[in-house]
Structure formats: C-alpha cells, structure tokens
C-alpha cells in the first residue's frame, strides 16, 4: 500500500507545528532513507511506501511526544491532517456539507491519499453513519486510527457536536469499521 506525498507533508507539519522544539529529535529518529525525504521536498503527488514513509514516522511520533500510546498520537495526527487538508481547499464545502454528504466525500478524499483502498459508507441515519476503510496494514491499527482520528475531526469542522466512535465488526474483508456518531 501507498500513500500520496500530501500525507508525508500533513505528518511532517504536525510534528513542527505541535512539537517544533523536538522536530530534529524525531527527524533524527527516522531511519535513513526516510529522513532523507522528511527533510528534503516532499513530492506531494508522488505515491511513497506506507510502511517506510507514513508507518515508521508516526511510530516515532508515539514514542517521542505520546508515551508509546500509538492510538492517541494516531487519531490526534489524524484530526490534524484533517484541519491541515479540509480549511484550505475544501473550507467551503465543510459549511455546506450535511454531515453524511461530507462522510460520502470522504470516499474520494481518502483514496486522494492511499492506494489500493476502498471506502464504503452503510446505515446512514440523521446522526450516524458506519463506515468501512480497507486496512491499511495488517500487522497494526495504527494508521486506521489516523483514518478515523480524520473522519472525527471533519465532522467536527463540519459542526457537528459530541463526535464519537466505535469500532464495529467490519462487514467486509480486510476492512476495518467504525460507527460515526454525533449530535
């Protein structure tokens, strides 16, 4: 699996932007051939390993600044990739946007960002939806949680209140499933 050089950038502006005084501790932390993209230009339209690129970085994030609590530097790196792509381009579809309409987008947004990779949206109701990601690695959920620490923070830029998950067991195979719920 793959993912899009945008997502290299979203992970190397979170560590500057939240943890700026440790920057070089966590790109010195890197193993080589990673350090040598996250400190050179980052091809935002080139596809880069998931593991090696996406996987390793944010495994170093956990260490360094979250004790080692992979889950929550996953969803809190998620909900900042999520401010980081959704205030720019996409700032006036979020004020127009049902929240559902916004979770049916997502299905193109994410595949902007990782590839092979299926999305698929179940059980929409008023204040809830389900939705499935094929997973991104088998040995770890972390990068799920980077998914869905995106898909909480968009509903929360799309206003909506009280944004919860719950995994679920997923419908499909090789996907992982969570329950999106708000007010």
């Known amino acids: 699996m793959d993912v899009k050089g945008t997502g290299l950038v979203a992970t190397r502006n979170f560590v500057k932007e939240m943890y700026g005084s440790k920057f070089n501790d966590w790109i010195n932390s ?5 350090k040598a993209v996250y400190n050179g230009v980052i091809q935002t339209g080139n596809w880069y390993d998931i593991e090696k690129f996406y996987y390793v970085p944010l495994k170093k994030i956990a260490e360094l600044f979250f004790n080692n609590d992979e889950k929550k530097a996953a969803l809190t790196a998620g909900a900042f990739s999520a401010e980081f ?5 996409y700032k006036v579809f979020l004020m127009i946007a049902s929240p559902q309409s916004l979770m049916k987008a997502s299905k193109r947004i994410i595949a902007l960002y990782y590839q092979p990779v299926n999305v698929e949206i ?5 204040h809830s939806l389900v939705l499935s ?4 690695m088998t040995t770890s959920k972390l990068l799920d949680y980077r998914v869905i620490g995106w898909c909480v923070k968009a509903l929360e830029l799309a ?3 009280n944004v919860n998950y719950e995994e679920v067991t997923a419908k499909y195979p090789n996907m992982f499933s969570i329950k999106l719920t708000w007010n």
């Not at 890197?30 to 990673?34: G, V």
């Not at 792509?85 to 381009?89: T, Y």
């Open 30 to 34: 890197l193993p080589s051939e990673t």
């Open 85 to 89: 792509g959704l205030k720019g381009v």
């Open 122 to 126: 179940d059980e929409v109701e008023k």
């Open 133 to 136: 990601c094929t997973k991104m």
């Open 159 to 161: 206003n909506c209140k």
